[in-house]
């Protein structure tokens, strides 16, 4: 005879269960001890300083919070319990075959940060060795089953694998375990559809979901179809139930189908003025850099850093979708501008990198770009053969690279001399701190491309107009006012010694030959 519990009694149990989520049994291999996963970092190491701004952003999207004693239930339920009933319960699975067990665990703490910044509670990770993922459910049969019992004893209710699964996958392991079953491209588009704030990021994330969605339509019965054709008996039926032969799935494509026309064309929409943008800074002889690197490098604390732009900082993957782009200057004053752009991961879906394909032309059109590595991470390896591919992927293989391991106040000498082995040439640096960013600025004023000409013109003294364009758009090297007008020498582009025409007196090529007589 099962007794009553105590009054409260209830509400400990619930605590106690949550509490020991770290501490419970598990019949399959588990990376997951206890804390976050490992592919985060720690709170704090995620302190924010004077040089990532106001973070506005970041206030907003943790701005919703639950109000006390508003609940609806009879019994106002604890903060734990709360927690419990809001985020999701999941435990990860992965394949890996023989000699790539540290490999696979990596990837596995990855999926670990993606779904946590999703909104997961990650209660377990379970891999298993085997040449090739079993073609009908993933796992084996027999470790399908084992997944089950996991899943049953854990309590939870979201099973999500270290691939992207194919439909019938999806469907065979979910008819095992008896939870929700989804890939890691799924749980990546529903981070990106969290944190898409513009118009164009937000077509960008559906088009993205859509073209994953497509493919994964599933019929739910013959009550849901519109087809009735033939001599149909029954009572009801007959006349007036014949319908155009379309079923309910066929619907469905055809809708999505039309959505995904229609975002196509709106994405083309906001080409000219992207376009138009970025031919108004190549008109002006504006280079740009474009700080690429894998997701939770530190890129947008790097670009705060450097200009106070202000740009959302979160110890997240994916914290950033939209591209910002600010303007800045060398110690010579020469203008250029640094964009901010969205991280690569690996295995990133085709349909994120097709659909995000205008964002990543930031990186693809720069004259520079500033390759931001995750020195902290267990694999920077990997994460750096990951973004070159994606780089060389959007046609920007060929654009100089500075390699900048960031986060190097919280890694080891050792670690330095390892990662200096990696990349011989790469800079250490911190945006928390501010170490190596002088170095950085420098690498980059030599590696931007200079005036390819060298002018002294004579400019009337009533086209002032002229010598606010030089100090605009050129590097002015001496200035002198004399009688006849302002006496100027700058380094220009021939776009702009076209422009200054008849008063310019002498010209040279940008190197050491004389000055030759106009």
Known sequence: ?????????????????????????????????????????TDASADFDSADGDQFDREDRQALRRVGGLSTELEDVTEVEYRQLRLENVVLIGVYSQGSLQDAENSLR???????????????????????????????????????????????????????????????????VKVKVIDRTAVILDIFSQHAKSREGKAQVELAQLEYLLPRLRGWGESMSRQAGGQVGGAGAGMGSRGPGETKIELDRRRINTRMAKLRAQLKGFAPAREAKRANRKRNEVPSVAIAGYTNAGKSSLLNRITRAGVLVENALFATLDATVRRTQTEDGRTYTLADTVGFVRNLPHQLVEAFRSTLEEVADSDVIVHVVDASHPDPASQIATVRDVIGDVGGRDITEIVVFNKSDIVSEDDRLILRGLEPTAIFASARTGEGIPEILDRIAEALPRPSVVIEALVPYDRGELISMLHRRAQVTSIDYVE???????????????????????????????????
């Open 1 to 41: 005879m099962n007794e009553t519990p105590v009054d409260g009694q209830e509400n400990d149990d619930a605590v106690e269960r949550v509490l020991a989520n770290a501490g419970r049994p598990s019949a399959g291999y588990s990376l997951f001890g206890s804390g976050r996963a490992q592919a985060l970092q």
């Open 110 to 176: 990855e999926l670990a940060a993606l779904a946590e910044t999703a909104g997961a509670v990650v209660l377990d990770g379970v891999l298993q060795r085997r040449p090739h993922p079993d073609p009908s459910t993933y796992f084996g049969k027999g470790k399908a089953e084992e997944l089950r019992a996991i899943v049953s004893s854990l309590g939870a209710d979201t099973v999500i694998a270290d691939t992207e699964l194919a439909p019938s996958q999806r469907r065979a392991l979910e008819d095992v």
């Open 484 to 518: 006849e007008g302002t006496r100027v020498e700058a380094l220009v582009s021939e776009e702009i010694a076209a422009q200054l025409g008849e008063f310019v007196t002498a010209r040279r090529p940008n190197t050491t030959d004389e000055v030759a007589e106009v």
